[in-house]
């Protein structure tokens, strides 16, 4: 592959870009698409040889099983065989989060390739939100494999631009949406009926924009902590995630970071806030907020892996991270932050 196309969608060219898009997925061709959360790398989830291309062209290892997105609640009968049991669950949690970020695990259709789900029994589905992604996904007629569009263990992209930072020269065609609203991937659920009386259990096993306290209203949740190294239920739990170049330094207490001297160090601020302990411990090179603005977990959950990539590109030694509150949005902020300090 050489060139790299990139083809705004924004107001009037969204037509002509969805169309091209689709003809090329259409043809086992694969292309960068935006969804609300972080840009995918998709192909039509139906056709192996597609699916194929995604994992090259990301470097990512087999055993790392792709979200498969439906453009219709319809659609989730061709991919996934709701259980009995949970159905209504998940008919619910479906009608509050989708179109949405919120990916449920079930069991496969034998339609599903085997490369798609890793050779597990299930597959990981939810329904984006982003109008243009849905409109691909219709024109298609097929469900979209799509992982988010970067190289394996590195920063999710959430703008056209960081996506041919991570791929240009390996994919034929970047569709641009603009900057993604949510920032963070899709969390990850499994359902399990417990019998009786008792609320069905929700596990978490990744965390994202929709939070545990969201969850509650449709079962008992328990958020995964365990981090798995091979076959991982979700590799995305792998804890050497999402990481920029830079090494990522967290601490448990401000005092506990040690600057080594003649070395270059930026902070990764939440609001900039010096009460937080950290913003006046050291000479920073540089300083970057997170929530600038109103200092709300959304804003920085938007801008978290902006600013990590800003960072990555400033030549430092090291980037030193604030943690935020582990409440609502900040348990995904936190856990993605975890995961690119993790060595
Ligand atoms: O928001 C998102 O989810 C984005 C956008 C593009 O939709 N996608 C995304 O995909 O983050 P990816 O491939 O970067 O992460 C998908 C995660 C992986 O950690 C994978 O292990 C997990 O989903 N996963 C996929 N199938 C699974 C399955 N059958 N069981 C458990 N985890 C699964
Ligand atoms: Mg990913």
């Not at 299930?122 to 992604?133: C, D, E, G, K, P």
């Not at 999710?156 to 993604?180: F, H, M, N, Q, Y």
């Not at 601020?269 to 010096?274: A, E, I, K, L, Q």
Request: glycine share 8%.
């Amino acid at each position: 592959m050489s060139e790299t196309r990139i083809l705004s969608a924004q107001e009037d060219d969204m037509k002509a870009a969805v169309r091209e898009a689709a003809a090329l997925l259409a043809k086992g061709e694969i292309v960068a698409l935006p969804t609300e959360t972080v840009y995918g790398l998709g192909a039509d989830a139906f056709n192996a040889d597609a699916v194929a291309k995604v994992f090259a062209a990301k470097e990512r290892p087999a055993f790392d099983p792709l979200i498969v997105h439906i453009s219709s609640f319809k659609e989730l009968a061709e991919v996934a065989v709701v259980p009995e049991d949970i159905a209504a669950t998940v008919k619910s949690l479906a009608g509050a989060f989708w179109p949405g970020p919120l990916t449920i695990v079930l069991p496969k259709t034998d339609k599903v390739p085997d490369l798609v789900t890793s050779g597990l029994p299930t597959v990981a589905v939810r329904q984006s939100a982003n109008l243009i992604f849905r409109n691909v996904g219709k024109e298609l007629g097929r469900p979209i494999a799509a992982p988010s569009a970067n190289r394996f263990g590195r920063i999710s992209p959430t703008s056209a631009s960081a996506v041919l930072k991570e791929l240009e020269g390996r994919i034929p065609l970047v569709i641009d949406g603009g900057a993604c609203r949510e920032g963070l991937e899709s969390t990850i659920i499994t359902i399990e009926n417990r019998g009786g009386e008792q609320k069905p259990l929700i596990r978490v096993l990744r965390a994202g924009p929709v939070t545990k306290e969201e969850l509650q209203k449709f079962g008992k949740v328990v958020i995964e902590k365990k981090s798995v190294t091979e076959r991982p239920d979700a590799p995305g739990q792998l804890e050497s995630h999402y990481a920029p170049r830079t090494p990522l330094l967290m601490f448990d207490k401000p005092e506990d970071f040690r600057p080594e001297p003649g070395k270059k160090y930026g902070l990764l601020s939440y609001r900039g806030d010096p009460k937080a302990g950290y913003m006046d411990l050291h000479e920073w090179e540089t300083v970057e907020e997170l929530s600038p603005g109103s200092g709300k977990l959304m804003e920085a959950a938007v801008r978290l892996f902006h600013v990590m990539r800003v960072l990555d590109e400033e030549g430092l030694d090291a980037i030193v991270a604030e943690p935020v509150s582990e409440t609502g949005l900040g348990v995904a902020i936190m856990d993605r932050l975890r995961r690119a300090s993790a060595k």
